[in-house]
Structures are given as structure tokens and as C-alpha cells.
């Protein structure tokens, strides 16, 4: 697609293949926070939710709030699951509250405190010092806007509206839950753990994008029930496709009869599975399917009983 | 729900109400980059998807990249559609090039050339004075991932499988675009305008948590085609209703008759709209429903025909 020779003429022609710039938005990202060490700075209800996001994304954590402000869930969390890593019951002191017992600057800070100015000092030397940080309800003092997310293992998926309609973003992660099946979570765990034995079996980075190429193959292939059901054993049998540059199906792997003996539960979704992307299906499609159905049904049952009578 | 004299103890029967943390995610942001400036070192096509992204963001762009290894689209953004600010027909030259010309570091380094060697001395230099950095298709050099996005005016979704299963995160992005209605970006704008509008008439921060849930029960009655099609002079008397302590909903604000007025469409999709989060409803709901309708038509036909015979 991208070659030196294209001239800016040949460029201009193609104005309309390319998307419209959108302006507005956030650069929505997935920060990665494992061996990185996180300030919290209060105890409430929603430093709780804060907690939450940062040990879903393995970081250390140290909390700084006094324990009569903490909030039920954050006791929970502090001394039953005991997740936290530091915490010092007690309130934030000064900038010497933003390096760690090492002398080295936290990695983030996020504050859930109802002081307002307390906070806007917080976000004020975390600037300075040039720490990425969220202030909690004042979007000019955060950096980075939370949103609203999914989770099914590896799967995550954030919901944004930029702070202009929370109540929305909540509905339409509501939607989406359901849009996703239950075991898709398996399904990408699979793939990775594919994808990791693929790298050790073919470990040149010259290969790399023959090795891209073949696991999309294999995912066009394996619909997500099946890659949820995927066994290593499942997994050896598609490696040793490689070398023939086959990437084998689930139908090759498991052998027809096999493909076609699980539970009703994945027989019906199978029968639905109509759409490209396997697993979901349109709600007009269905529809229109029940109705031909239906319809059938019933001339059918009124034809064998005119038949009888 | 958090009270300073909830017991420990409490907190404990209450372990099972809490999501489990689930480790191995990343912490899914939306970064702030209006009025932020952004380095982009590349110009082929993955750095032509960057430029997307963070112009989509509002970011102040530089790219540094020698004009010959320009990509179609970013010969396309940078000369046709001059979307960028700053433009260096040259390679990166070193540490000097993380500040912009007024001596200020950039906020955030994003990377996306072939030569393996640069992008890691790049990241140690960003790492070193404390900006944010991406090398592309190196993941230990990056402080954040990018995701599969689906955009829709100010609605942002992002999945990430944390680099697991790519081609998976691409059919799940497909999936949601099937599920979100295409005017959903007009409803949250609106909702974006109409709390916009509360907060001029009724500006006291005492007010906050009031105004939250008022606009809650306004989204809660008004489904989302309904926030689509809301006009200015709608606004004016949902917000009539604020004295009164009410939230209108478009029946009374349009009246049942103009309510029942609209567009085939927006009739067959009131009809749909059988579940708690209207405009979308399950596939097994669809065709329950068609398969109920074709019956009922089928044996309507058969029995007016009967009579006719």
C-alpha cells in the first residue's frame, strides 16, 4: 500500500479512502502499569473503583488515607483481600508523599479526596514533576479520563463519551456485555497461549509476518466457541500445519463426527451462526429466520392435520 | 454505601458483592492531548494510523520523517489534507529533537520506523526525561497500547486483548458496530448539550449531585433514538421541568401523537425495542418473536383463504 514511488498526486485521488479526521475525542490506550508503582490518595467509594482499575492492571499499589474515611468496599479490600501493597493511614502530607520509600517518583497518582484544593495542589506538583494524574470529578486536572469497561479475562473494552454522557456509557456497556459471548475470554487466553507456541516453534523475526498471517488464518477458521474449547493437544495438531503453510480448521483437527457432537447449547449457536463473524447474529436476521420458521410450523402442523381429518 | 462507622467486620459479609481483581489487564484511559504537543518519529503506514489517532485526539502534531519514506496517507494528511502542524523532511537526529521549538519537552513520543536500534535509544531517551513513549511492535517499549476503536461522534469504544489475540479484538470491534445504532453519537451529543445547559442555568457545585441524577432519569426515559432526534426547543422543556422536579419524557414533551408520528424506521425499532436498554434487542428475542408473527401470519392467511373457498 505505502510505496516511496506514489506521488502526492496519486495520494490526492485517494482522499476518500481514508478516514475524516475526528476531532473531539481521547487517545484511548491501555497504560501499562505492571512493575510500575501507583499513589492513590483517598478512601472512599470511589478510590475503591480506582483500586480496582490499577490492580486489574497489576500495578503496586500505596494508599494514602486516613482509616476513618475509608470506605467499606476499601477496607475490604486493605485488610480481608489485602491487595494493596502500602498503606498509610494517615493524610496527604506534601510533594515528599509523591516519591516512594526509594527516593523515586510514583509512576502515577490519582486522587478521590472531597478537598478540592488539596487536590488541585496534588495535580499541580504531580505536573511538575511531571507524573501522569487523574484528579476524580475535576477533568481539568486528570490527564486521562476513566471510562466505562468490560472485562472477560484478556478482553477488555472501555466505553467512552468524553464526560458528555456517563449514563449513556453505562447503557452501552450494558449492550455490549451482552454482544459478547461468555467464553470469549477462553477463546483469546487460547489464541495467546497458539500465538506463544508458535513464536518457540518459529522463533525468527524474519518469519514474523508469516506468523501474523497464519494465526489470523487460524482465527478466521476456529469460530470463538471453538477456540474456547481449544485443547493443547487441539493446538499441536494446528503447529504441525505450519511447515505445509496449512493452517487446519476445527472440523480437520477434531474430525467431522466430533465437530458436530457437543451440547445443544453450541449446536444452536452454530445454527445461528449465519453472520461473518461467528457467534453473533443480527436481531433482524433472527427475526426474519423466526418468521419463516414460524410460518412454516404452522402450515406445516394445519396441512398435516387437513391431511388427517 | 461508605460510612466511617462500617465495621471491619462488616466489610467481611460483604466480600461477595465486590468483583474479584483481575490481574494481567492494562489501565484502559482515554489521554487528554488537546492543547498537548505530540512527537511522531515514521511515516509509513502505521505511523499514518498514529497521526489518526492522535489527531482524532486534538493533539499539536510534529512528524519527524525523511519525505522518501512517506506512505500514501501520510503524503495524503501531511499535503492534502495538512492536518499537521509541524513537519521535518529528515531522520531523528537525537535527544535535542524531544523538544519542541520553544525548549518545552513534548508530552508524549510516538514511534513507528524500522530501524530497532533508533526506536529503543527513543525510548530510553523519553523514558530518561519522563515522556510518555510507543514504540510500535515493541511492547517493552511502550508505556501504553493502542486498541481496535469504533468511533461515534463523541463515543469512543476501544478493545484491547493486551496484545493476545489482535485479529480477535478486530471481530469483537465488528461486532459492536453492529450493535451500536448509527445515531448514537447524535444522542450523546445532545445529552452532551443538554447537561451543558443545566449546568449554566443551575451553577452552584451544591447542586452537583442533584443535576447527576436528574440527567440520569432524563436518559433513562428518553431511549436513544429519542436523544437523537432532541431539537434545542425539546431542551427548553425537559428543562422547563427542573423546578418541578421533574425529568419530561418525549411523550410529554412531544406530545403522544408526534410521538407516534416518526419515520418507518423509528416505528419498527419502537417495536424492537422490547428490552431495558431500548434499540437494541437479543437475537433469541427476535426470533422468538418473528417465529410467533409468521405462525400468526400463516394461519391468518390459511383461514381467510378457507373462509374465501
Known sequence: MASAS?????AKTKANEYPKIAPGGGLILAWQLKGKKVLLVGGGMVAAGRLVNVKDADAHLTIISPRSGLSAEMKYRLFT?????????????GESDLYDPSGKLYDMVLTAIDDSDLSRSICQ???????????????????FYFGSLIRRGPLQIMVSTGGKGPKIANQVRVVMEKA?????GDAITNVGVLRAKLRERVPEQSSSPRRMKWMIDVCEKWNWDQLAEMT??????????????KSP???EVRGVRKAYAPNL?????????VCPVVGYISPWAAGLMGFASGAGVAVGTIAFRTRRA
Do not use: Q
Request: glycine share 2%.
Open 125 to 143: 506538583m504531580a505536573r511538575k514533576l511531571r507524573i501522569p494524574v487523574n484528579v476524580a470529578d475535576v477533568p481539568p486536572e486528570c490527564d
Open 180 to 184: 459478547i459471548p461468555e467464553n470469549l
Open 265 to 273: 447449547h453450541s449446536i444452536a449457536k452454530r445454527l445461528f451462526a
Open 249 to 251: 480448521s476445527y472440523v
Open 232 to 245: 493443547e493437544e487441539d493446538m499441536d495438531k494446528i503447529l504441525a500445519g505450519w511447515s505445509e503453510r
Open 81 to 93: 483481600e489485602e491487595c494493596v501493597e502500602v498503606y498509610h493511614d494517615r493524610s496527604f502530607e
Open 6 to 10: 506514489t506521488s502526492t498526486d496519486v
